[in-house]
């Protein structure tokens, strides 16, 4: 597979054990803000709801996420050469049961914070959903040069808030976002392993 970041000093490779370390240091920095939040700031955590309809509905916005964000990987260039980056530095080190960690942690902690977290404190309405989103975008920006993959993730983050006020289950974003995270992430390994080509 040829390394799509030759020469670029904006990006250190990791090992594996580097990057599940910062996996996990990630998502416990994230969980501990949003501990902190409700526990300062009079905020009530967005419920959690094991309903019949919650792990389906999740699963149909991950899959639909997978699908779209595929298909903007082929028609935007500066977003391909941002995710193959991204992604390249992100999942080429570690090893497919890994790929599971990677759909957990991020998919707990970033909805915890975001949807659980920042929605209600802002007011759980469409102001709120747009600066949550921005800020999952933001925490997404590796780089300047990533601004493409920064904007697509705060399209996603849209979606994932969007699913969370419409049914008012936090549940559903984390399904959603721990589908998307696996089915994406291994398919990327796929496709390097196969052809060399990665995807979004």
């Known amino acids: 597979m040829t ?19 910062a996996m996990g240091v990630t998502a416990i920095l994230l969980l501990v803000v949003a501990k902190l939040w409700l526990q300062f700031g009079a905020v009530s955590l967005l419920k959690v709801q094991w309903t019949s309809l919650a792990l389906p509905i999740g699963i149909s916005i991950g899959v639909g996420i997978t699908a779209a964000s595929s298909l903007v990987y082929r028609l935007w260039p500066a977003y391909r050469k941002s995710a193959d980056a991204y992604l390249a530095l992100v999942l080429k080190p570690l090893l497919w049961p890994d790929l599971i960690w990677l759909a957990l942690l991020p998919g707990l902690s970033e909805e915890l914070l975001f949807r659980g977290v920042m929605l209600p404190a802002l007011g759980l309405n469409i102001p ?7 800020c999952f975008g933001v925490l997404h920006l590796s780089g300047i040069q990533q601004w493409p993959y920064a904007i697509w993730a705060t399209a996603i983050g849209l979606v994932l808030g969007y699913s969370a006020l419409a049914t008012g289950n936090l549940l559903v974003p984390i399904v959603a976002h721990i589908i998307t995270n696996l089915v994406s992430s291994c398919l990327w390994k796929l496709d390097s392993g196969n052809s060399g080509e990665a995807r979004g």
């Open 3 to 21: 390394d799509p970041l030759p020469n670029d000093p904006e990006f250190e490779p990791l090992t594996r054990p580097q990057l599940l370390v």
């Open 128 to 134: 709120a959903l747009l600066v949550s989103s921005i």
